[in-house]
């Protein structure tokens, strides 16, 4: 088991570049909830939010060209 966490020896390698990812990839993540938090925000306080009502879906059959 130890062998396949070692990687051959580059371990360390591997290993901080899978962290450097993960890392980048959650600091990615919190900022595009926090920047879409902001734009919902936005788009509440100048009134433009339509509606919340479920729209229905057509059936194929009944849909127009």
């Known amino acids: 088991m130890l062998d396949i966490l070692n990687m051959g020896g580059y371990a360390i390698f591997?290993?901080?570049?899978?962290?450097?990812?993960?890392?980048?990839?959650?600091?990615l993540y919190k900022s595009s909830a926090k920047q879409l938090k902001k734009a919902e925000k936005e788009v509440a306080d100048?009134?433009?939010?339509?509606?919340?009502a479920k729209v229905e879906e057509v059936p194929f059959e009944k849909q127009s060209a």
């Open 46 to 52: 100048l009134g433009l939010v339509v509606s919340k």
């Open 14 to 27: 591997v290993w901080s570049a899978y962290s450097i990812a993960l890392g980048l990839a959650f600091i």
